[in-house]
């Protein structure tokens, strides 16, 4: 497992790509639009890593639930507690004849009740009863239980890994990425705002979209070019990039000179919490003093610093920034469609100003989520038309360099160790 670090202020011309060890030629489109590519990307990828199914502050009880898709529409799971407090991930699918045994959602089931003939399971998916058991031909009540998922827990972050014994466990999949991370409070992590689109783009696309900043002067022109722009850094130039196996840290510039009308009074609301001073009230001073003075959390220790975004390979993306973290999924659908979700944690807001504040933080950030997504059919529609089969990559797009340097690693490799060399 390889570590690559260059640190350092913002300074002009950066040379991100080569300090990671990356090369600097064109990089495929195929893998964009390939039905062939899609299916070893399932096979090989999907089916091998571990993949982060949710947090452990969303099922705090015994009994409680989520349900997740993990290739959405193939492969639905439950993730819950049980009686023993143990986090356990199983298929959504009955030992009877199929049928999903809970609805997509999240709940309470200390019990789970299968809706077309009610077999009925403890939550740590032993069958409890068979309606009319007798009829049934020797049926082996223990070999009947639901399908175990494996499954694990790093820092509170739920992982599961679709192979039956996982080749590599989730601490070696992390490798040095897992301690670099390892302590960082996730502040107020029990409330997320949850958004989600089903698009017509690879989940590459999409995901790409949300990895690199040279977009942010052209797309986002007018609403955050100012923040992560200026005079003096006119292409949102990376301030750190930093590539652990197939995992990766990018931070992105922040412009200090950046400041909000004081008669724009919404904005004003949006952008200063009075608590804490920072870009949305995600928890107390205290508790965001503790998550800003993490190594992990802007690591030059730059003035202009912004965000930074956390990749954890293949589809999760984790972000720091000066209010809190937040999260990115990219699922693949088809070659050409995925599915993407957001989730923003947020503390219960205690005053009507706290609440205003939130909700129009949300609104101006999915208004720049919109900017991004509008364009990722855009390009995927481009991609399609075969008439480019490679893209040109610069420096402060390495996380895409990176992220398909790595999936083409992946599908090749006959192991996940090998994978991970
Ligand atoms: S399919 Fe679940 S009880 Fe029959
Ligand atoms: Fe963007």
Redesign the pocket.
């Known amino acids: 497992m390889n570590v690559n670090t260059m640190a350092k202020p913002f300074a002009g011309v950066t040379t991100f790509t080569q300090s990671c060890g990356l090369g600097t030629a064109p990089v495929p489109l195929e893998p964009y639009r390939s039905a062939a590519f899609f299916e070893r990307e399932r096979t090989q990828v999907f089916e091998r890593a571990w993949l982060v199914a949710g947090r452990v502050e969303e099922i705090p009880n015994y009994g409680d639930y989520i349900t997740v898709n993990l290739l959405p529409g193939n492969v639905p799971a439950i993730i819950n507690r049980g009686k023993d407090g143990t986090v356990r991930a199983f298929y959504n699918t ?6 999903q ?1 809970l609805d997509a959602g999240a709940g309470n089931a200390k019990r789970i009740v ?6 009925t399971y403890a939550a740590d998916g032993d069958v409890v009863s068979i309606p009319d058991e007798p009829s049934f031909f020797n049926v082996d009540k223990k070999a009947c239980g639901l399908s175990r998922m494996s499954v694990d827990v790093w820092e509170g972050w739920i992982f599961v890994n679709l192979q039956k014994q996982p080749e590599v466990g989730l601490q070696e999949f992390l490798g040095t990425f897992a301690d670099r991370l390892a302590g960082v409070p996730y502040v107020a992590a029990d409330r997320p705002i949850v958004l989600q689109a089903d698009l017509d783009a690879n989940w590459k696309v999409v995901q790409d979209a949300f990895i690199e900043s040279y977009h942010i002067p052209a797309i986002h022109k007018k609403t955050i070019a100012e923040t992560f722009s200026s005079d003096e850094n006119k292409f949102a130039r990376l301030l750190d990039a930093r590539v652990f196996g197939p995992h990766r840290t990018v931070s992105m510039y922040g412009n200090p000179a950046m400041s909000i009308d004081p008669a724009h009074k919404v904005t004003m609301l949006a952008y200063a919490s009075g608590d804490t001073g920072s870009l949305i009230s995600a928890g107390t001073s205290a508790q965001m003093d503790a998550f800003l003075r993490h190594d992990a959390v802007n690591p030059t220790g730059s003035d202009c610093w912004s965000m930074d975004v956390n990749n954890i390979f293949p589809n999760t993306q984790i972000d720091f920034g000066p209010g809190g973290f937040w999260v990115h999924q990219f699922w693949p659908l088809t070659e050409n469609t995925s599915r993407y979700e957001v989730k923003f944690y947020v503390p219960e807001p205690l005053t009507a100003r706290q609440r205003l504040q939130q909700e129009m933080y949300v609104a101006r950030v999915i208004e720049v989520v919109l900017e991004d997504l509008a364009n990722v059919a855009r390009t995927q529609r481009g991609i399609d038309s075969g008439g480019n089969d490679f893209m040109q990559i610069q420096d402060s797009e390495v996380g895409i360099r990176h992220s398909m340097d790595q999936l083409l690693k992946w599908v090749d490799a006959p192991s996940v160790t090998e994978a991970l060399r």
Request: with cysteine; net charge positive; hydrophobic share 25%.
């Open positions: 009955c030992s009877h004849r199929g049928s045994v299968c809706p077309y003939h009610a077999w």
